[in-house]
């Protein structure tokens, strides 16, 4: 039981973060490709960002891939690394990005555990029985 409120608020909280980020991005495009272009992060990649995170985070709630389950935890963690780095080497202090590392790394830990191992993968068109 534990286990299960601990996966459902990491997972929460690593949710709030994505869809703040994924409807600041689609709401005022223009000034956050100012943000990332102060971070030294090209502007173009707003639209595409709010894609991928929109999309990763409905892989992960739908649990039905377990390679594209992983992909998107792994592009989320990726993501919050970088997002630390640009903000410490600004100058600022990135709190909702700790926070968000930790909650996609307990998220991740916890997920099989409480929701079960997806049945099959997203990119394999048959499974092959090796003997």
């Known amino acids: 039981m534990l286990e299960k409120v601990a996966y459902w ?7 709030l973060l994505m869809v703040f980020a994924v409807q600041m991005y689609l709401r005022n495009p223009d ?3 100012g943000v990332f272009e102060g ?3 090209p502007g173009y990649v707003v639209y595409p960002l709010a894609l991928v995170k929109a999309s ?3 892989v992960i709630l739908l649990n039905r891939w377990r390679n ?7 592009a989320f963690f990726i993501n919050l690394v970088m997002a630390t780095y640009a903000h410490i ?3 600022d202090t990135p709190i909702h990005a700790y926070v968000g590392i930790i909650a996609v790394v307990l998220s991740y830990i916890l997920s099989n555990r409480v929701r079960g191992v997806p049945s099959r993968d997203a990119f394999m068109l048959a499974e092959h029985k090796v003997d």
């Open 9 to 15: 608020i990491a997972t929460g909280l690593m949710g």
């Open 31 to 33: 000034a956050v490709a």
């Open 39 to 41: 971070y030294s992060y």
């Open 56 to 58: 990763a985070l409905l």
């Open 68 to 74: 594209l389950k992983d992909i998107a935890y792994g």
């Open 89 to 91: 080497a600004a100058g």
